[in-house]
């Protein structure tokens, strides 16, 4: 058999199927589409997002009896509400709490230079000087891109506040609309689309439920895992406690590997603040419970009904769409790992008639 008939028979599977190759086209317009024109609709990406998440309240009051349209306008004054808590009131204290963080390195690297010295005095045979030395000249190099970095994000606020202003005035405006036009905006893209779509209508409908679910799913968790952690860290008197609860709570967007990474600040903030000593010890054993409820009992109830996948291909969606899409690749990583296996699983694969392709019956 030749590699051309081999790849004619390739494509009469898997390509003979015209609505295939129209979701075929649809997918990789839309792929190409997010990656060179991403960053321009940015506040569009957002405000779909907050959409799909403000979807379910409106449905639920719906539910209720209340008309589409006060439903929306009621979620929408307190989505309105929530953004200027976060813009007036969390965002100034953990720009603070930054702020004194950075001025406080300087600090906390004398403290562990002393803490390195005292642990080589005790263990000279385990820990060199020439180790130490490059410790401390590693941590100086963070310490200074850090400072570097902090700079660079002060000289370049004003750009930075002109690009929240123009969030802070589309995004609302844009998930008032997405809510509110939600019918006849999901028409209008279905008239664009031929009307044979069998195949893309079950996977859209089995997509539209899972995204819809990880959205409002993964806002509650951030939310609890962000809130736990901030009463825990405030209870043990830590502190930058809203910074730390903050980076916390963001970390549940990447599985496995955000809560390592979360791991290093709170425990570099408690030993410096604590020293080594038992209240040390409880706050890593309470922010270890924290972690272990997140991972075994929260996310099965929240993510229940989400398809699942293997460790491996979270890890790898994670990183592969985080390169191209960074935090939206993160953000989306599971869904679209979820949407790749939906499409294998329910892609059309040609198969030959049997009453022209099988043998004859023996008479």
């Known amino acids: 058999m030749t590699m051309k ?6 494509v009469e599977r898997y390509f003979s199927d015209e609505e295939a190759v129209v979701l075929l086209i649809v997918l990789v317009l839309g792929f ?3 990656i060179c024109l991403g960053r321009m609709l940015a506040p569009f990406f957002t405000a779909l997002v907050l959409a799909f998440l403000l979807e379910g309240v409106v449905s639920w009051l719906e539910r209720r009896g209340l008309p589409r349209l006060l439903s929306v306008l009621v979620v929408f004054l307190f989505f309105l509400g929530a953004l200027l808590a976060l813009a007036l009131i969390i965002m100034p204290l953990v720009w603070n709490q930054m702020v004194e963080l950075v001025q406080e390195a300087p600090r906390m690297f004398a403290s562990s230079q002393a803490w390195l010295d005292g642990l080589q005095s005790r263990y000279p045979t385990l820990i060199t000087p020439n180790q130490i030395e490059d410790w401390i ?10 400072g570097q970095r902090a700079l660079t994000l002060s000289l370049a606020s004003l750009g930075n506040l002109l690009g929240m202003i123009v969030y802070l005035v589309l995004v609302p405006i ?9 019918e006849r905006l999901t028409q209008y893209l279905l008239s664009l689309l031929p009307r044979k779509r069998i195949l893309m209508t079950r996977i859209w409908h089995e997509m539209d439920d899972q995204i819809a679910n990880y959205i409002r799913g993964k806002a509650i968790e951030i939310l609890i895992v962000g809130v736990v952690a901030f009463i ?5 008197g830590l502190p930058y406690s809203t910074l730390l609860a903050l ?8 599985p496995y590997i955000g809560a390592a990474v979360a791991t290093l600040p709170v425990a570099a903030v408690a ?8 209240q040390l010890a409880y706050v890593l054993i309470a922010y270890a419970i924290l972690q272990a409820l997140d991972g075994n009992v929260l996310v099965p109830i929240l993510f229940s009904e989400a398809v699942n996948l293997h460790p491996v291909s979270i890890i790898l969606a994670v990183l592969f769409f985080g390169g191209i899409w960074g935090f939206w690749g993160v953000f989306f990583a599971i869904p679209l790992a979820t949407l790749l296996k939906a499409l294998v699983y329910a892609w059309p694969r040609g198969v030959r008639d049997p009453d022209l392709h099988s043998p004859p019956a023996v008479q």
């Open 232 to 236: 825990t860290f405030w209870s043990f």
């Open 5 to 10: 008939s081999l790849f004619k028979g390739w």
């Open 137 to 146: 000249a590693t941590a100086g190099r963070e310490a200074t891109q850090l």
């Open 32 to 34: 190409a589409a997010v």
């Open 271 to 278: 030993g410096f603040h604590f020293g080594i000593s038992e």
């Open 174 to 182: 844009l998930v008032f609309f997405l809510l509110k036009d939600r």
């Open 247 to 254: 980076i916390v709570g963001l970390s549940v967007l990447v």
